[in-house]
């Protein structure tokens, strides 16, 4: 199997992640197979594409003949077992051990024992979700940025198990998709996490201590660290959920109190304040996703 010979890939997972990857994956001509845990979240995950298409169309940097043509190689599937003439599959379900566990099994039994199984968790190791398959070298991370359209950079994990083969197919296929690669060893957080993670868990630590407000935090880091946006904003953005998430593994995989989840980040995910996807986290969100005020009066400047 080469990347360039590649037709058709399942994407599992129609959430934000895994509606970009479809789409950047139908924009390099592969046929997608985009599966949730129904045919409706699948729908409304294509709809959001052909939205963002319409954008792209309107500001004249996609012909109308090419959106309809990435739209028309992404097919929303009714059920798992739709996804078995897929080469490969790409998981992107929700940062949970046990749920991208049961998919690997369930893909394991219903794609072709030469099919790839990769998965675009951020920190899970994927050395045990090998393990759970009868295919162990035949399973990597492939970890994309969000939003993946718009981010460059595609992380590969290697799993002890993982066949130089199976890297030298996942690399062909993450540059085939436009993307810059960098290789990273299955470790807890891998390399961009490890080091992105502690960043916005102490900018956690900063408010939650008064050290500053959100936005000076947030234009602290814009202006001083030259970053493209600040680490709590970043983390609106990602989802507080997800960062809580990562920051435990972080934890529990290197025993270390360094890397403990501040309790105001805690405390968020508890609310429900998960950012931009639900409304509120560090700041307010409008219905488009547009950033308003901090959401706390304490954690504006004064």
């Not at 950047?24 to 985009?34: F, H, I, R, T, Y």
């Not at 028309?72 to 080469?87: D, F, N, Q, V, Y």
């Not at 996490?193 to 201590?209: H, S």
């Not at 008064?210 to 814009?222: E, L, M, N, Q, Y």
Request: glycine letters at 10%; aromatic letters at 4%.
């Amino acid at each position: 199997m080469d990347a360039a010979n590649l037709t058709t890939i399942a994407v599992i997972g129609a959430g934000q992640m895994g509606a970009g990857i479809a789409q950047v994956a139908a924009g390099a001509g592969l046929a997608v197979l985009l599966g949730d845990t129904d045919i409706e979240r699948a729908r409304a995950a294509r709809d959001g594409i052909a939205k963002r298409l319409a954008k792209l169309v309107d500001k004249g940097k996609l012909g109308s003949g090419e959106r309809d043509a990435v739209l028309g190689r992404i097919t929303p599937l009714s059920s798992l077992t739709e996804c078995k003439t897929a080469e490969l599959a790409i998981e992107a379900a929700s940062e949970k051990l046990e749920l991208k566990t049961e998919l690997f099994r369930e893909l394991d039994v219903l794609l072709a024992p030469s099919a790839l199984l990769l998965s675009n968790t951020s920190s899970i190791s994927i050395t045990f979700l090998a393990a759970r398959t009868s295919r162990p070298e035949r399973v990597a991370g492939m970890h994309f940025m969000n939003p993946v359209p718009v981010m460059k950079l595609c992380e590969l994990v290697r799993g002890e198990q993982t066949s130089q083969e199976t890297m030298d197919l996942v690399a062909g296929l993450a540059k085939r998709l436009g993307k810059t690669i960098v290789h990273s060893r299955d470790r807890p957080g891998f390399l961009v996490n490890r080091i992105l993670i502690p960043l916005l868990n102490e900018a956690c630590f900063a408010l939650e201590e008064g050290v500053g407000s959100a936005t000076d935090i947030d234009t602290g880091a814009r202006l001083g660290l030259s970053h493209p946006m600040g680490p709590l904003e970043l983390a609106d953005l990602i989802g507080l959920d997800t960062v809580l998430a990562i920051a435990e593994v972080l934890q529990q995989g290197f025993g270390d109190d360094k890397y403990r989840p501040a309790p105001l980040l805690r405390n968020m995910v508890a609310a429900g304040w998960l950012g931009r996807k639900s409304g509120r986290g560090f700041y307010v969100y409008d219905a488009q996703g547009v950033r308003g005020e901090p959401a706390r009066p304490e954690w504006r400047n004064p």
